[in-house]
């Protein structure tokens, strides 16, 4: 392949415990060979790999792109679906960074990691929001049937995050996904919101999906053969090729084009091998 088609942006690893098993210098050497110049991480509610992920794709000469997949908190304090922040800068990362800590100390008695409207605006300038197909926020409100609430949540967050605000749209064969993508077609038109195409990646080969079945099933506490418990993961949530996923989103490649620009617009640059001391 000559010309790049398509990056993942939307990439659990090892770090988002029970959904991921994505080892990072693996994701950094499967990007390499599928000849993409860039790769996201952007794990649930923590960045801990960041520093190991800059490393891998230093080393394998692949663009990384930090970002976080964060829980939304309403005002009244309900959690309302997940959004994928990326840094844009390395004031994005100070920002990232800034509102994991916050969301894990300042509400000690809440059960959910979450962040709310009003922090998310402090640094919106520095980073680049993707809502996560039936995972975010907006899905899951359009799956519920409350299409006017998910055109307020978006306009919401269109105006915390100008022109950089995006709908992705998976095709995973995961249980919604079809009345999903009916509707935010239509939303993103009438809204003017650019989609980006995704994968939802937890596990790098399609063969790996079993592997990371078992894995749900510990951290749930499940036992594998009960067909009473609820699968939120398809097989198809690999690291498919550019190839393939120029196959999948052959109809919108505009989707598939979104993501080549959303890495353009990412640039973080860490100073490594120095000592940073906490201020007291």
Same mark, same amino acid.
């Given at each position: ?147 006017? !609430?998910? &055109?307020?949540? =978006? ?11 995006? +709908? $992705? %749209? ?71 090729? !550019?190839? &393939?996923?120029? =196959? ?11 993501? +080549? $620009? %959303? ?18």
């Amino acid at each position: 392949m000559t010309k790049t088609a398509f990056l993942h942006l939307d990439v659990h690893t090892e770090y988002s415990l029970g959904e991921s098993i994505v080892r990072v210098k693996e994701l950094a050497k499967t990007a390499k060979s599928m000849l993409m110049p860039a790769v996201a991480m952007t794990d649930r509610s923590n960045l801990y790999g960041g520093i190991k992920f800059i490393r891998a794709c230093t080393d394998y000469g692949v663009k990384p792109l930090l970002g976080v997949d964060v829980e939304v908190m309403e005002e009244n304090g309900m959690p309302q679906g997940r959004l994928i922040l990326l840094c844009r800068n390395n004031a994005g990362y100070r920002h990232v960074c800034e509102l994991l800590t916050n969301a894990y100390t300042l509400d000690a008695d809440s059960a959910t990691v979450a962040v709310g409207f009003n922090e998310l605006s402090k640094g919106c300038g520095d980073l680049i929001a993707i809502s996560p197909s039936i995972d975010g926020a907006i899905g899951k409100l359009i799956c519920l049937g409350k299409s006017d !609430q998910a &055109e307020a949540i =978006a306009d919401k967050f269109s105006y915390i995050f100008p022109n950089a605000f995006y +709908l $992705e %749209i998976t095709r995973t064969n995961r249980r919604g996904e079809g009345e999903y993508e009916s509707k935010v077609l239509q939303l993103a038109f009438e809204r003017k919101i650019p989609l980006v195409a995704g994968n939802a990646v937890r596990f790098l080969n399609r063969d790996d999906f079993t592997g990371h079945d078992i894995r749900v099933c510990i951290d749930e506490g499940n036992v594998l053969q009960d067909p009473r418990r609820v699968r939120r993961y398809t097989d198809q949530q690999y690291f498919k090729t !550019q190839l &393939e996923m120029a =196959a999948l989103f052959n109809d919108v490649p505009s989707a598939l084009e979104n993501t +080549l $620009e %959303i890495a353009k617009r990412c640039n973080v640059f860490l100073e490594m091998g120095k000592i940073y001391m906490p201020m007291y």
